[in-house]
């Protein structure tokens, strides 16, 4: 799996990569139909679930990244 840093943001990343903040917090993604289960940190249940064009705001580390869901089979993790 690759690992994504805070400092390669803004970065697009498919299934099988992370993003990793700079306090530890990471955010992933799996693909359910059309729809992407964003998940934050340890969870096992998706935070959210995001469908082509619309986006999560995370809360780490005192900043705020953006998550969008991309109509390929990606997400874009930017900071807001």
């Known amino acids: 799996m690759s690992n994504f840093t805070e ?8 299934h099988e990569q ?3 903040l700079g306090d530890g917090t990471t955010i992933r993604f ?14 096992f249940t998706a935070n959210t679930q995001l469908f082509p064009g619309n986006d ?18 990606v997400v874009t993790v930017s900071a807001a």
Do not use: H, R
């Open 18 to 20: 992370m993003v990793t």
């Open 56 to 73: 999560f705001f995370v809360e780490a580390g005192g900043k705020t990244f953006k998550v969008t869901a991309e109509f390929e089979d």
């Open 7 to 14: 400092a390669d943001l803004p970065v697009s990343i498919d």
């Open 30 to 43: 799996e693909t359910n139909g059309e729809a992407k289960d964003i998940y934050v940190g340890d969870s």
